[in-house]
């Protein structure tokens, strides 16, 4: 057998459907295998993954997950990660801990950067330092402020976990996986239950490392364009360090039990008579199936068949029963040893919580006595197979998406290719289908109806409960420093001292530099464009981008919201979902449904709001986003047509439903994606097109979703007259991203469908914003903050200049990282500034402090003088920054935000010469900005979105300022 860089080749397989060549190697003294793929793709990927089983809800793989990127052999300062944010090219930059392995993925287009990431993880991962002061600081540790009588817990995971127990929604998920699994580790939380965090010590977490962080429990992952050779040659001069060991970390199968079980649970929920009412349940099964590639797409199809359309059979039962406002649980789960489904409903009001199981099990047992219609089984299929063979990985990197699929299987010692590989599976499920047409009724009635491994979890409201946690947490904290002798406590305020001090002394000079890296000769001095014609037909605009897109027809039909007044933007997303799921004049909404999934890779709406260059306008619109390919284009502008013209808004049963399950989507959204509820409450003080965001998208949205839905008739009266204010031929804007030959073919039916559009001779309104306090408060019933401050640089003089993009760059990876997520032990912080309105923002995440975060802000341009002394740190963030700007996109993203730039006058000149102040930034523009910050920094305005004791006690330092909302 012959060795490559110490690699035996296991095997090779070609997998034409994505145009990739697989092989699998194995590193025969360790035992590692590594999986390579070869595909004709730029962004390049590499991951390596360890399997790391709880063996409680410590959270001991997640803290280990962020401290080992906390400093290694080679690379000995406090954060290399933080370091490779700074100051490359990446695409993916991540650490990733899952209920029974912990991933380590980046990438980059830039090979040399590649591997230099890779190195810097390696090192990372094989040999990290592991100080007990970073897992103190990552994990738990106990803090204290002079005069030292109190102690409190504080660590960035405890408080990361603290925000995820704070959603009604990530409980759902974690108690419904639990109750599948009594008997494995799957029932453990293996990111760490905020009650256990406390109870992980350093010599637990040092073994987990030392036990489980060995090449012969790895599976590396390399999606790369280039020399195959080269990632054998490099990983064997880590793994080669390692003797073998007999390291088979099984993942033991939960044996199927007899009896279904019930589960009751609270969660934390405010005092108000609305949220009271609001429990949620879902119904869970463990599936008695073998996990291989034909019956996990069989189960997908099925859960796309029950589920996934407007119209799906099961989704529609639960939702027309009216027993609850949207659907609950996480559908088909794949990603573990074994199958399972969760469904259910979310807003069922308390009393009635126990009715939901019932209702899931008529449901089922009717769909597979009466059949499934053939037009919803095919739908179903036409719309697998579109996304399997369109492999559209939206913002996250193609080859990192394969790689988790192929984890799916090779970590339980299958094939890593199975999972990628769709086409034989694909095709064998078209035949099992035509040789029995009840196949998808006969697989619900076996992995569901005849299965008692069932469960029913239900989770009922606690007004009490976020307090009671935090009281718990106060006391289980004081009895542990009760039981201490004074040496005992002299010696916690010392750790606690040394966490400070260690996280405020900056890495020597000689270690930063060894952090590999790119230098400013490196980079590329122009942008990439992406290829617009503009033309004009029947007094519409028409824009084309020629770019492959294996055979797929992108287009977007954008209807411009400004032709409303201001008090109906807020009912835009409510149009876009009545548009496509209330029917049409000539089919009820699942025929439309049907229609929709069977011509189509699907149709979604979104809205798109920003400022215009050199103007105080905003451009609001409204997008209708269907992809199809080629030979379906005629079909989909024929259904864009009809839902456009004749969508049966005054279907009030239908509306109703939309708003309700809108209504529910937003309060579960609220404490998961709080900073970007702050972020657009802020933004909207200051330009028109970020108030319009604000009432479409933020607590405006919800609070007018609560405010209407009483009132159907009204609601279908306004959708009407929505719709026949937008739909106006000169007011549209088609974008359409495909090739060049295939455009030849569709733009005479982009004509035709222009022509069958009214024109109505509408003309924009102008907007009379409301204002907004300067201090805001929105109250959750959460454990920890989210805290923003916003400022418009514009109306303090400020003149755009690139340079702004390089010190938010540094901002965010620099100070707000040391100062509000590694000292204040806050999940993350940011800082974002709006070229189009001249906004800057910024916002915490999952933070458990306020006013200190406050105060960090407020302190901003102290950091700016500092780091303008530094040129080494300047030249990271410009290198930072160019790889923020070059971010790959895939061809519909590359369309839609050339459209973007098209509709607010973001033009390539503009663009280019923003690239070239990035590339020219100096000392003296960082002074500058510090200049214009500390100048407006008296006149900011702050949303805090937190508890009420959190508010209230800062309320009371910001003399009563804040003006306060219940959100929840």
């Known amino acids: 057998m012959s060795l490559v860089h110490g690699f035996s080749l296991c095997f090779t397989q070609d997998i034409p459907e994505l145009r990739i060549a697989a092989s699998l190697y194995r590193h025969e003294q360790t035992g590692a295998e590594l999986l390579s793929l070869r595909a004709d793709d730029p962004n390049k990927v590499f991951c390596i993954t360890f399997t790391t089983p709880p063996a409680d809800s410590s959270g001991v793989a997640h803290i280990l997950e962020h401290a080992v990127l906390c400093g290694s052999r080679k690379y000995p300062v406090k954060e290399p990660f933080v370091e490779l944010l700074k100051g490359s090219l990446h695409t993916c930059l991540n650490a990733c801990t899952y209920p029974d392995r912990t991933c380590y993925p980046v990438a980059s287009q830039n090979l040399r950067d590649f591997y230099n990431l890779i190195d810097v993880y390696c090192d990372a991962v094989f040999y990290p330092l592991l100080l007990p002061v970073v897992f103190r600081q990552e994990g738990w540790h106990y803090a204290t402020e002079p005069p030292h009588k109190q102690f409190f817990y504080r660590g960035v995971v405890f408080n990361e976990m603290k925000g995820a127990y704070s959603s009604a929604e990530s409980l759902l998920a974690q108690h419904c996986q639990a109750s599948l699994f009594p008997d494995t580790l799957y029932r453990y939380d293996a990111g760490g239950n905020p009650e256990q965090i406390p109870s992980l010590t350093y010599e637990q977490f040092s073994a987990f490392h030392r036990t489980y962080y060995h090449p012969s429990n790895s599976q590396i992952f390399f999606y790369v364009d280039a020399d195959p050779h080269e990632r054998l040659r490099f990983m064997h001069s880590y793994l080669s360090a390692f003797e073998p060991q007999n390291l088979h970390v099984p993942i033991p199968q939960q044996p199927l039990r007899p009896h279904p079980r019930t589960i009751m649970q609270p969660f934390p929920a405010s005092s108000s008579p609305a949220a009271l009412a609001k429990g949620m349940a879902a119904v869970n099964w463990l599936l008695p199936v073998a996990k291989n590639p034909d019956t996990v797409l069989a189960c997908s199809v099925l859960e796309y068949i029950l589920l996934g359309m407007p119209a799906s059979p099961l989704r529609k039962t639960l939702l027309d029963a009216g027993l609850g406002e949207g659907i609950a649980g996480v559908g088909l789960d794949s990603d573990l040893a074994q199958l399972y489904f969760s469904t259910g409903l979310k807003g069922v009001q308390e009393e009635r919580l ?182 004009e037909k029947h007094g519409a605009r028409i824009l084309f981008h020629d770019l492959f897109t294996s055979g797929i027809c992108y287009l977007d039909i954008c209807l411009n919201l400004h032709l409303l ?292 802000f407020d302190h901003t341009p102290d950091f700016l003088r500092t780091a303008a002394a530094d040129p080494s740190l300047i030249e990271r963030g410009i290198i930072g920054t160019i790889g923020d700007i070059d971010q790959p996109l895939l061809p519909d993203a590359r369309g839609l935000v050339s459209l973007q730039r098209y509709l607010n006058g973001n033009t390539d000149e503009l663009r280019q010469q923003m690239r070239e102040q990035v590339l020219a930034t100096g000392p003296e523009d960082l002074c500058a900005l510090a200049t214009i910050l500390e100048s407006a920094r008296d006149t900011g305005n702050i949303v805090i979105l937190g508890s009420d004791e959190k508010i209230e006690e800062a309320n009371r330092s910001l003399n009563n300022s804040l003006q306060q909302c219940i959100l929840l």
């Open 565 to 856: 007044p201001s008090g109906a933007v807020a009912a835009a997303p409510l149009l876009g979902r009545a548009l496509l799921e209330t029917g049409t004049a000539t089919e009820d909404f699942v025929s439309l449904s049907q229609r929709i999934g069977q011509t189509s890779g699907g149709i979604t709406t979104s809205t798109f709001a920003s400022g215009v260059n050199k103007t105080a306008q905003g451009t609001v619109w409204l997008i209708l986003r269907a992809k199809a390919m080629y030979r379906q284009v005629p079909e989909v502008l024929s259904i864009l047509t009809e839902v456009l013209l004749t969508a049966q808004l005054e279907n009030r049963e239908r509306v109703q439903q939309i708003l309700s399950e809108e209504k529910a989507t937003h309060e579960q959204l609220l404490i998961p994606h709080g900073h970007q509820v702050v972020s657009t409450r802020l933004r909207a003080r200051f330009h028109e097109a970020d108030w319009a965001d604000e009432q479409m998208n933020g607590a405006s949205y919800l609070l007018f979703l609560r405010e209407h839905e009483q009132h159907t008739d009204k609601v279908s009266e306004l959708l009407t007259t929505l719709r026949d204010t937008v739909v106006s031929r000169s007011s549209l804007v088609v974008n359409v991203t495909a090739d060049g030959d295939a455009w030849r073919t569709i733009e005479p039916e982009v004509h035709a469908f222009l022509e069958r559009i009214p024109e109505r001779g509408r003309t924009p309104c102008a907007w009379a914003v409301p204002s907004l306090p300067q201090a805001e408060a929105l109250r959750v019933p959460a454990q920890v903050n989210f805290v923003g401050k916003a400022v418009n640089l514009y109306d303090h003089g400020y003149t755009y200049h690139g340079s702004m993009q390089v010190m938010t760059n540094l901002v965010r990876t620099t100070w707000l990282w040391d100062r509000i997520r590694v000292q204040g032990g806050a999940y993350g912080a940011f800082c974002s500034f709006d070229r189009m309105s001249g906004t800057l923002v910024f916002v915490s995440y999952r933070d458990p402090r306020v006013l200190e975060t406050l105060e960090v």
């Open 354 to 535: 126990s009715d939901v199981e019932p209702l899931v099990l008529e449901a089922l047992a009717t769909i597979v006595r009466t059949g499934i219609d053939s037009r919803t089984r095919d739908a179903a299929l036409n719309t697998i197979e579109f996304r399997l063979r369109e492999n559209n990985s939206g913002r996250l990197p193609r080859g990192l998406v394969l790689l988790l699929r192929s984890l799916t299987t090779w970590l339980y010692g299958g094939n890593p290719c199975d999972m990628i590989a769709f086409a034989a599976p694909l095709e064998r499920l078209h035949q099992r289908c035509a040789a029995s047409p009840r196949f998808f009724e006969d697989l619900a009635e076996r992995v569901l109806l005849a299965n008692l491994h069932r469960t029913t979890v239900m989770l009922k409201p606690d007004p009490q409960l976020a307090q009671q946690q935090e009281l718990r947490e106060h006391e289980r904290c004081a009895q542990r420093i009760a039981n201490l002798s004074e040496d005992e406590r002299s010696a916690l305020v010392a750790a606690a001292q040394e966490v400070v001090q260690w996280q405020q002394t900056p890495d020597p000079p000689e270690a930063l530099a060894s952090i590999p890296g790119l230098r400013h000769a490196d980079l590329d001095r122009n942008n990439m464009l992406i290829p617009c014609t503009v033309s």
